[in-house]
């Protein structure tokens, strides 16, 4: 059985960091891309970092010199470091597999979703 439970958010000034846990089960990340998704109120879910099989890193634009991917396929673990947070930053983090087209990174989660990890960005 799929399960992934995100953890490690909370709430944080303009500039500050937050590292992001994901811990997966019933799946070996090792061989999956996975990827760091956002949920806006009323959004779809936005791929923001997406990782290889051999650990090269994607980021979306609005995140790219920000937020650090990584992940432990020992652990069956996903991190996301996110520093100089900023208030646009503030949404509810998930985890799940991704993939690519074209050299592009894209979604392509699981149809089973974590909680996800709610994020705030406010002074």
């Known amino acids: 059985q799929v399960q992934l439970v995100e953890s490690g958010g909370g709430v944080v000034p303009p500039g500050g960091s937050l590292r992001l846990s994901c811990a997966a089960s019933?799946?070996?990340?090792?061989?999956?891309?996975m990827g760091w998704y956002r949920q806006y109120p009323g959004k779809e879910r936005e791929l923001v970092a997406t990782?290889?099989?051999?650990?090269?890193?994607y980021y979306a634009v609005s995140v790219e010199g920000r937020f650090t991917i990584s992940r432990d396929n020992a652990k069956n673990s996903l991190d996301l470091q996110m520093n100089n947070l900023k208030p646009e930053d503030t949404a509810v983090y998930y985890c799940?597999?991704?993939?690519?087209?074209?050299?592009?990174?894209?979604?392509?989660?699981?149809?089973?979703w974590g909680r996800g990890t709610q994020v705030t960005v406010s002074s």
């Open positions: 799940n597999t991704a993939g690519f087209r074209s050299e592009a990174p894209v979604g392509r989660p699981m149809s089973e």
């Open positions: 990782i290889r099989m051999g650990g090269t890193a």
């Open positions: 019933g799946f070996p990340i090792s061989v999956n891309v």
